[in-house]
Structure formats: structure tokens, C-alpha cells
């Protein structure tokens, strides 16, 4: 971890621990930021806070200083209390997991730690946000097809949601979890998914490549494909043997 990155933790950590006091749970760093994906000046630092008790009253305390956290790079931050992350674990399966796959406390407890997960709730929600943002990659296609920007824009863009569902997937199927996107799509590829295009995708995303008009639209087709590919995937996975 760079030595900027921790200053700006332990100031953020530092800045909450003082606003928050005895109704401070824990503080815990997720994402790119607590792991080797983490690019300075281009990645968020996500951060989530856990408090006794989440109220207007208690979220408005921290707002003078959300302009200071923005200019460090730090997103607003996520705030819960016991008694949401209790009722939604079975709602939010794909997003803990996400979580507790990249995770670094801050202060308090390791609440994450002790979060089970029910396989099918994960299974299903991989299901339903696929098949949405496939939804999704059709409707926008509709938009930016006549424009080359638009089109490596919507492509570059989707790909970090689905590499989240990605890595749901791949827990579900025993896989340790992969951290970089590379890992992602070898891990894809050893099930027998294709994943070209989604390299392609990445490539575009970090810059290192540039293609024409016809080659783009080639390439989202082929992108779109390889999605559909892992949808029919998980529509297969049997949740009763999970």
C-alpha cells in the first residue's frame, strides 16, 4: 500500500473515530483500495462505517467533512448499523461477498468475518443482476451505436459491475477468489466460458489498445455474446446443489 494511501486512511479513520465515539463500531476499507488493484489518482477509496445506530442526526456529522474526502479521493462513505446488515445479507448476497473478498479494517470489529452467506440467495442474485445489465447492454447499444465514444464508453463502463457478479460466480463454484481482472477471466475461461472479448474490454479500459468504428461494434457484439454465455451459465447452476 502506497504511503499516501495510508496517510489518507489514517486521517479519514482518524476524522471518523473523532466525529463518532462510543457509537463507533467499526470502519472498514473495501474494493480496489484494499487490494493490489488499487491505481493512485484513478481508483475510489470505499470505505465503510458501522455505527450503533444510523440516523439523519448521526450521518449529518460527518458532512463538513465529505468535501475533504472527496478531494482525497475517498467516495462517500457507506453507513449501517447492526440491524440493516442483519436483514439485508439475504438481500445483498453479491455486495458482502464483494466486501468480505476485499477487505481491510480500519477500527473496531471485523464484523465481515463472521457474515455466512446463503449460496442460493448468492446464485440468485448473480442470476437476476446479469440478466438485468445484459438488459441494459442492449437498451444503451440502442443509443450509442452511431457514435464510437459513446460505444467504448458503455463497453469500458459495464466492466466493473460484472466483474463483481464475476467473482460471485466463481465463489460459487469453489473458486478462491480472484482479485484482478485477469485472474477473473482465466478463472472464467478454466469453466469453459470464453472470455476474448472481455480482455479486449479490459485492454480498452487500461488504454493500451485503440480500434476503429467497425472493429468497436465487432467487439461489443462479441463482448455481448460472452455475456449471454455466462448468463445461460448460472441459469444452469442448480441451486439446491449449491
Not at 25 to 42: C, D, H, P, T, W
Not at 154 to 177: D, E, W
Request: hydrophobic share 40%.
Amino acid at each position: 500500500m502506497s504511503q499516501n494511501l495510508e496517510q489518507t486512511l489514517n486521517q479519514f479513520t482518524e476524522d471518523v473515530t473523532r466525529t463518532y465515539g462510543e457509537t463507533l463500531l467499526s470502519v472498514v476499507l473495501y474494493g480496489s483500495a484494499a487490494s493490489n488493484e488499487y491505481v493512485e489518482g484513478r481508483s475510489n477509496i470505499n470505505c465503510l462505517v458501522l455505527l450503533k445506530e444510523v440516523t439523519p442526526d448521526e450521518l449529518r456529522k460527518c458532512a463538513a467533512h465529505l468535501p475533504q474526502w472527496h478531494k482525497q479521493g475517498i467516495s462517500t462513505p457507506l453507513f449501517v448499523d447492526p440491524a440493516y446488515v442483519r436483514s439485508s445479507i439475504d438481500v445483498f448476497p453479491v455486495e458482502f461477498l464483494d466486501m468480505k473478498q476485499r477487505y481491510r479494517v480500519l477500527y473496531g470489529q471485523d464484523f465481515l468475518r463472521e457474515l455466512e452467506l446463503k449460496p442460493e440467495r448468492l446464485r440468485f442474485q448473480c442470476e437476476q443482476e446479469l440478466k438485468g445489465k445484459m438488459l441494459r447492454l442492449r437498451q444503451v447499444y440502442l443509443e450509442a451505436s452511431q457514435t464510437e465514444s459513446r460505444l467504448v464508453a458503455l463497453l469500458v463502463k459495464s466492466t466493473s459491475s460484472f466483474m463483481v457478479l464475476f467473482r460471485a460466480l466463481l465463489h460459487l463454484q469453489g473458486t478462491p477468489a480472484a482479485q484482478s481482472m485477469n485472474e477473473i477471466l482465466v478463472a472464467l475461461s478454466q469453466l469453459g466460458l470464453r472470455t476474448e472479448a472481455m480482455g479486449r474490454v479490459h485492454t480498452l479500459r487500461r488504454k493500451e489498445s485503440a480500434l476503429n468504428a467497425a472493429e468497436i461494434d465487432s467487439l461489443f457484439r462479441q463482448y455481448l455474446s460472452e455475456i449471454q454465455a455466462v448468463v445461460k451459465f448460472v441459469e444452469r447452476m442448480n441451486a439446491a446443489e449449491l
